[in-house]
């Protein structure tokens, strides 16, 4: 079992920057994968961005170059920095994990999200 909990969500100015934080915990934690998904209202579940326990990262096309995620794997934490946000990067953002299989992310544990919105 794994336990996601995400914080650093709030309200920014398009164009401007944000950073959210996830802290994970339970046994085994190395060997999963990780990412972000977001959920924007009346719309499905995406992907932002996924991290392989070696680091490796996957982008959706709409962030590459804005967006940029670390993973500590000493911490145990996961964090997104967000830069040059849209109103449309509107979203529950929420932190995951879970395997890679045949080249695919598969999340299995999910934090309870955070909210980012960006308005002016």
């Known amino acids: 079992q794994v336990t996601l909990v995400e914080s650093g969500g709030g309200l920014v100015q398009p164009g401007g920057s944000l950073s959210l934080s996830c802290a994970a915990s339970?046994?085994?934690?190395?060997?999963?994968?990780m990412g972000w998904y977001r959920q924007a209202p009346g719309k499905q579940r995406e992907l932002v961005v996924s991290?392989?326990?070696?680091?490796?990262?996957n982008y959706a096309d709409d962030v590459l170059g804005r967006f940029i995620v670390f993973r500590d794997m000493t911490k145990n934490t996961l964090e997104l920095r967000m830069s040059s946000l849209k109103p449309e990067d509107t979203a529950v953002y929420y932190c995951?994990?879970?395997?890679?299989?045949?080249?695919?992310?598969?999340?299995?544990?999910w934090g309870q999200g955070t909210q980012v919105t960006v308005s002016s």
């Open positions: 995951n994990a879970g395997f890679v299989v045949a080249g695919t992310y598969r999340p299995t544990s």
């Open positions: 339970g046994s085994l934690l190395n060997i999963y994968g």
């Open positions: 991290v392989t326990p070696r680091g490796e990262t």
